[in-house]
């Protein structure tokens, strides 16, 4: 799956409280999260985001609380991948979780300016930066994230495990 | 090869007889938590799984403490959404406002978390029980979801930084000063992925309370859980909250550890974080004496017993300084009781501080303490990130209850052992340590200001 997109650039550390403040944590609706996506960083972002653009991050991406609202905030303002240089544990978890892309790549983060445009190919993990000429490849995921982000999330993961247990079971009875 | 102790107990629970770091494992649950906040969302995906019931009624627990008592119609929704959920699964362990507590002080109150245990949680301070020694560590909504229905969950085992601890704190330094000067240490990512296990002869000298408080904040260093062995102390504090059997669990002699960091306990001074990081430490000799508008003390980090009490001890027969707001929310209905009890309460009431009902309200800007644009904070919570407490313009740093109540009644950040000191304070000193007096460069820097 190919996306392209402009560049949001941030820093380093960028906690789930910018990302989502917790005053808006009294909804679990995606669209009202989106709206109010980055404001505590960057004012302009909910206006100026296009569907398929990228966010760049330092390292640390997502650090702090593990409200799973953060990842659902950036994926329903139509962000189609989060590239950092490395993300806190719970936000990785919740993205792959959610089926949010998100890649980890130093090299990427380190020559992306804000409004580049990049081209992203998640299952191949290249990153590519029309704006500059350059390419990028990132860490690939181990094989068993690969199979909860191929079925979709750890929803539809766990709902098939489930029935297949549950399907493997009857016929021992 | 051997394991840590965070690796035994994720091998106990996957039926492995070893593990090792990286290794991607799925393990059973021993307890799935939520709040307020997370739950709604898990309570819409578990819908999704299509199952009828939980994994087990009595291993998911079902905490409203972030907006309660409700803040808002919102906030009212969410918590009926997760009432109803509770009441429709028969879910034992959901606490109603009138039995509830901050979640991370009232799992371990109530003998839901004992040693060797494996318990994960849709909040972050979920790591909060290594201090009884077990592994617990904070997950999303969708985890908690899926692990409700399965009572399982996939980790990635971690490799493990060693902290030693060694000699015993003295004068007002407490185990809040330990943490936030190892996360001033390593960094905010200084453990990413990475237990925090503490070893040493220092351990013994940390009461309970003080080993909650510090595991609390392991993930302020980006660990995946921070751990304590389990000890004497440990085992009292276990068969006092539960009579449920537990299998605690020892590192093994050649564990490995990718790291190694020791700590001279009695070479520790009250350490501040200023704004807006909690690895942004300085101690508080070396910190410029800021006007303060406000003092939190409270939350899931510093919200318990002995919190309360050394913050009363300093405020006790004194007023907060004129123009300050000083809020104290005690962590769980049991500890409000306790400090009610113990005179604590009147103590702090009469000293001009507002004492709150158990919640987590002003700890993430939720409500009851709110900053406005360009207010100053001193909090004994566990995070000051940009408008964690109020307005983007206001600032939270974080301390201890001894700096915090020291700084209610300057009003500017203030070292307890100054204000305890001065004329007219008598000289009073934590009562269960012997006078310590600060190192002499210390004090000169603290008389300037
Ligand atoms: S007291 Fe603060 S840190 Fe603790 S659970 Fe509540 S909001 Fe989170």
Not at chain 2, 177 to 190: A, F, Y
Not at chain 2, 242 to 248: K, L, M
């Amino acid at each position: 799956m190919k996306t392209r997109g402009k560049t949001f650039k941030y820093g380093d550390n960028i906690d789930t409280d910018v990302i989502i403040p917790a005053r808006h944590l009294n909804s679990i609706d995606p669209a009202e999260l989106a709206s109010h996506c980055m404001e505590d960083i960057d004012k302009d972002f909910v206006s100026k985001v296009r569907k398929g653009d990228v966010i760049v991050g330092g390292s640390n991406f997502g650090c702090g609380s593990s409200r799973e609202h953060a990842p659902i905030a950036i994926k329903a303002s139509g962000v189609a991948c989060v590239v950092a240089s490395s993300f806190a544990r719970i936000f990785y978890r919740n993205a792959i979780n959610i089926g949010l892309p998100i890649l980890e790549c130093p090299e990427a983060v380190a020559a992306a300016s804000s409004g580049d445009e990049l081209e992203i190919d998640l299952s191949a993990g290249t990153i590519r930066n029309v704006t500059k000429g350059a390419d990028f490849k990132a860490q690939p995921y181990p094989e068993f994230m690969r199979s909860i982000m191929d079925a979709g999330g750890l929803i539809e993961y766990t709902r098939s495990r489930l029935a297949s247990k549950g399907a493997a079971a009857k016929t021992a009875r | 090869m051997g394991m840590t102790m965070s690796q035994k107990i994720l091998a106990a629970h996957a039926g492995l007889a070893s593990v090792e770091a990286g290794q991607l494992i799925e393990a059973r649950l021993d307890l799935v938590l939520g709040n307020d906040i997370t739950a709604p969302v898990a309570i819409r995906e578990f819908g999704r799984i299509g199952v009828e019931a939980v994994f087990d009624r009595k291993k998911i627990a079902l905490v409203p403490d972030h907006f309660t008592p409700n803040k808002d119609i919102k906030s009212a929704e969410q918590c009926k959404m997760m009432r109803d959920f509770a009441h429709r699964m028969d879910i034992e362990n959901y606490f109603e406002i009138g039995e509830m507590g901050i979640e991370h002080a009232l799992i371990p109150e109530r003998g839901l978390v004992l040693p060797g245990e494996l318990v994960i949680g849709a909040d972050s301070h979920t790591c909060t029980y290594g201090a009884a020694g077990a592994f617990s560590t904070g997950v999303g909504s969708t985890d908690m979801a899926a692990a409700m229905a399965s009572g399982t969950a996939w980790f990635k085992v971690p490799a493990a930084i060693r902290v030693t601890l060694e000699g015993e704190m003295r004068g007002w330094t407490s185990g809040k000063d330990l943490i936030l000067h190892l996360i001033g240490l390593i960094g905010v990512d200084g453990a990413l992925y990475r237990s925090l296990e503490f070893a040493g002869p220092g351990v013994a000298t940390l009461s309970m309370d003080e080993r909650f408080t510090i595991a609390n904040m392991a993930i302020e260093a980006g660990a995946k859980n921070g751990i304590f062995p389990v000890d004497e102390k440990t085992r009292a504090w276990a068969a006092s909250v539960s009579s449920r059997p537990y299998t605690a669990v020892e590192p093994d002699a050649d564990a490995v550890y990718e790291r190694e960091l020791r700590i001279d306990l009695s070479a520790l001074t009250p350490t501040v974080a200023f704004p807006h990081l909690p690895s942004n430490t300085k101690s508080i000799g070396a910190a410029e004496k800021l006007r303060v508008d406000q003092v939190v003390i409270g939350s899931c980090t510093n919200g318990r017993i002995e919190d309360l009490r050394v913050a009363a001890s300093i405020l006790r027969g004194r007023r907060v300084a004129k123009g300050m707001r000083c809020i104290v929310f005690p962590a769980t209905q049991e500890i409000y009781l306790a400090a009610l009890r113990e005179g604590l309460v009147e103590d702090l009431v009469k000293a001009g501080a507002v004492v709150s009902t158990p919640t987590c309200g002003p700890c993430l800007g939720g409500h009851m303490g709110i900053l406005a644009k360009g207010e100053r904070a001193i909090a004994t919570t566990n995070r000051n990130f940009v408008g964690r407490m109020g307005h983007t313009e206001s600032e939270v740093y974080l301390a201890s209850p001894a700096v915090a109540a020291a700084s209610a009644l300057a009003g500017r950040l203030a070292d307890p052992e100054e204000i305890m000191k001065a004329p007219g304070h008598g000289a009073f000193t934590k009562a269960s340590t012997a006078a310590g007096t600060a190192a002499g460069t210390a004090t000169a820097e603290r008389e300037k200001a």
